[in-house]
């Protein structure tokens, strides 16, 4: 049987509970609630049966109120969330919240942080030993600057899955390749490192982005990391800032028609359902 189509990368936000600060100037139109009736029949149009809510605030409450989402909308596969990995009782709160069946990973706004080399620092260290014991994924949010950390967190916790979000973010409007790619390709060189395919068309030029211009991105993804170890994601409703649901569907699956049927099923539905442990 084949395995779902999967968006492994949206977001929901309450804007009366979100830190909207950021949401200015071009990305004003961001700042409106975000929920699952909205994004629900976009995915049926694309032919996207089930998404993956991913974190967008370091906030515990957004955590139970996805969580409760869940319920309503039995095709939120999963939700990775947030997570203190600092906290003394970190792994208390992981395994609370491994009780919830569709918990699948937790995410850190890392690029945010003031420190560069804060995903090397001993006391998040700890908290990332904590998820790979009990095998929860992690998903890293790098700049372009962070990504030479991918490896070394990789090698460092080797039974820790480490799921790189939206390339990593390369330099796509200015075409900018040579200081994203040797690191990127030493990512991809450990095997618990994966790839979403996703976030593409807001580092390119939001007006006047081609499917070309992504490609070869795209391109070097799947030399580096294979179908197996990609996954498509929208970040719906990020994405709405360059292109609606629709077109960064069909783009995606314009770059890889080239690929045999089981390689575009791994990248629409089964590395992500592989990597955080979906359920059926």
Known sequence: MPAPTIDAHVHFWR???????????????LKR???PEQLAPQLRAAGIERAVYVQAQHDTADNDWVLALTE???WIAGVVAWVDLTAIDVEQRVLA??????????????????DDDWILRDDVARGLRVLERHGVPFDLLFFV??????????????????VLDHLAKPRIKAHGIDDWLPAFRAAAQCPNVVCKLSGMVTEADWRSWTSDELRVYVDHALDAFGPRR????????V????????RVASTTRELIARLSPAER???LGGTAKRCYRLAD
């Open 145 to 162: 600057r962070h990504l030479h950390h991918a490896a070394t967190i990789a090698h460092r916790f080797p039974a820790l899955t480490l």
């Open 230 to 237: 990609l996954m498509y994601g929208s970040d719906w409703p």
């Open 72 to 74: 309503a909308h039995p």
């Open 265 to 267: 099923e791994s990248i």
């Open 15 to 29: 804007i009366a509970r979100y830190d909207s600060s950021w949401m200015k100037g071009a990305f004003a139109p």
């Open 33 to 35: 609630d975000v929920f």
């Open 239 to 246: 994405c709405e800032l360059a292109a609606d649901y629709a």
């Open 97 to 114: 919240l491994k009780r919830h069946t569709r918990f699948c990973g937790v995410r850190h706004i890392t690029h945010d942080e003031p």
